[in-house]
T-cell receptor
Framework: KAGVTQTPRYLIKTRGQQVTLSCSPI?????VSWYQQTPGQGLQFLFE???????NKGNFPGRFSGRQFSNSRSEMNVSTLELGDSALYLC????????????FGQGTRLTVV | KNQVEQSPQSLIILEGKNCTLQ??????????LRWYKQDTGRGPVSLTI?????NTKSNGRYTATLDADTKQSSLHITASQLSDSASYIC?????????????FGQGTELSVKP
């Protein structure tokens, strides 16, 4: 059974640009959550999508957005990149969200220069 | 406010020794508690997941305990190996009417030395 796949693994962008990250969940999982991880802040919850609808949202500015497609694949977009957006972005998939076991992808390492 | 606090922040032990990591939480309503292991630069991997009614669960050399009354959990690692060097993250799932929400601890950075 394939795990959670995130692409790309590494990304370098310039301040002011925008970026789109992709996450393919485990087959059959309907929930995809996104997290930002930085050395000083640990794992911070961005948002969760379930059946193409955003169900939970963290405390991030509107520059961070996402969507989920009918096949449960999810994308996260960050517009007007700032240096502070440099982080490891992780997605996790689960059958039904917070109460069920979450499986993480390997992450996308975003560097903003 | 829902919070998960872990201690110690970091720990160095010698290969072959045991160690115990702590997790205290103030999450309500509680759904379950998980321990994850995260190697540097990689995604977290689940070690154990415990519900309210479970007070101990093992996964090989990893044993997690849960005291739902005191809202404390521990992760005990037996006969540590160099490959145990990683960050260990305690995560508590809070029930809500949107399927639940995960609250993350800051992690304990474990370093196993030869």
């Amino acid at each position: 059974k394939a795990g959670v796949t995130q692409t790309p693994r590494y990304l370098i962008k310039t301040r002011g640009q925008q970026v789109t990250l992709s996450c393919s969940p485990i087959s059959g999982h309907r929930s995809v959550s996104w997290y930002q991880q930085t050395p000083g802040q640990g794992l911070q919850f961005l948002f969760e999508y379930f059946s193409e609808t955003q169900r939970n949202k963290g405390n991030f500015p509107g520059r961070f957005s996402g969507r989920q497609f009918s096949n449960s694949r999810s994308e996260m977009n960050v517009s007007t990149l700032e240096l502070g957006d440099s982080a490891l972005y992780l997605c996790a998939s689960s059958l039904a969200g917070g109460r069920t076991e979450a499986f993480f992808g390997q992450g996308t390492r975003l560097t903003v220069v | 406010k829902n919070q998960v606090e872990q201690s110690p922040q970091s720990l160095i032990i010698l290969e072959g020794k045991n160690c115990t990591l702590q997790c205290n939480y103030t999450v309500s309503p509680f759904s379950n508690l998980r321990w994850y292991k995260q190697d540097t630069g990689r995604g977290p991997v689940s070690l154990t997941i415990m519900t309210f009614s479970e007070n101990t669960k093992s996964n090989g050399r990893y044993t997690a305990t849960l005291d739902a009354d005191t809202k404390q959990s521990s992760l005990h690692i037996t006969a540590s190996q160099l490959s145990d060097s990683a960050s260990y993250i305690c995560v508590v799932s809070a029930l809500n009417n949107q399927g639940g929400k995960l609250i993350f601890g800051q992690g304990t950075e474990l370093s196993v030395k030869p």
